[in-house]
């Protein structure tokens, strides 16, 4: 009779993704990524080919979190893209190693960030729709101003740059909005 395999692919990836969450991606070493599930590397390697194959694993598991996070993001304002921002800066602030993956580090063959916003919802689109019914007369340029705008504020939080609460970054990006409608 064939031994149980006790360490799962599901284990592995679950701790690799921890270990990104506490520490970032270059915390993910076969060898650490071994001693924290409680095995060797034999069993990683026996499901990933390298360790880059399990990095992308990563990604991609980081990758859904944030779809699942930015869908599940209460909604604040009634201004084009501001809910949008604020699920946005709220994952950078909450999930600072996840946001640096998905958004800053230079990953090869990564989603790109307008996948990754837009993700299963449309969000993206949705919003550019929002403007558009508002009036916006060019809402494809209006994301382009306020994404650079609410990536900006994101990227701040990173560095501990980025202090304002929910209700300043609510009001922030509603005059962002309108200032770039002038």
């Given at each position: 009779?064939?031994?149980?395999?006790?360490?799962?692919?599901?284990?592995?990836?679950?701790?690799?993704?921890?270990?990104?969450?506490?520490?970032?991606?270059?915390?993910i070493t076969a060898r650490h990524v071994a001693e924290r599930a409680g095995?060797?590397?034999?069993?990683?390697?026996?499901?990933?080919?390298?360790?880059?194959?399990?990095?992308?694993?990563?990604?991609?598991?980081?990758?859904?979190?944030?779809?699942?996070?930015?869908?599940?993001?209460?909604?604040?304002?009634?201004?084009?893209?501001?809910?949008?921002?604020?699920?946005?800066?709220?994952?950078?602030?909450?999930?600072?190693?996840?946001?640096?993956?998905?958004?800053?580090?230079?990953?090869?063959?990564?989603?790109?960030?307008?996948?990754?916003?837009?993700?299963?919802?449309?969000?993206?689109?949705?919003?550019?729709?929002?403007?558009?019914?508002?009036?916006?007369?060019?809402?494809?340029?209006?994301?382009?101003?306020?994404?650079?705008?609410?990536?900006?504020?994101?990227?701040?939080?990173?560095?501990?740059?980025?202090?304002?609460?929910?209700?300043?970054?609510?009001?922030?990006?509603?005059k962002a909005y309108s200032s770039f409608l002038s």
């Amino acid at each position: 009779m064939a031994r149980k395999e006790s360490i799962t692919i599901d284990r592995i990836l679950g701790t690799a993704f921890e270990m990104t969450r506490e520490s970032g991606s270059d915390s993910i070493t076969a060898r650490h990524v071994a001693e924290r599930a409680g095995c060797s590397t034999q069993p990683i390697f026996r499901v990933y080919k390298n360790m880059s194959e399990l990095q992308a694993a990563v990604y991609d598991k980081a990758a859904s979190y944030f779809k699942e996070f930015i869908s599940g993001f209460e909604k604040y304002g009634k201004v084009p893209f501001t809910n949008l921002g604020m699920a946005y800066i709220a994952f950078a602030r909450k999930e600072k190693n996840l946001f640096r993956l998905l958004f800053v580090d230079v990953v090869p063959n990564r989603t790109s960030m307008y996948e990754l916003l837009n993700g299963n919802d449309g969000n993206v689109v949705t919003e550019i729709n929002m403007a558009k019914e508002m009036g916006c007369q060019d809402p494809g340029g209006m994301f382009m101003k306020m994404w650079i705008f609410i990536h900006g504020a994101a990227c701040m939080t990173l560095s501990g740059d980025y202090d304002l609460t929910d209700e300043e970054t609510l009001n922030l990006l509603e005059k962002a909005y309108s200032s770039f409608l002038s």
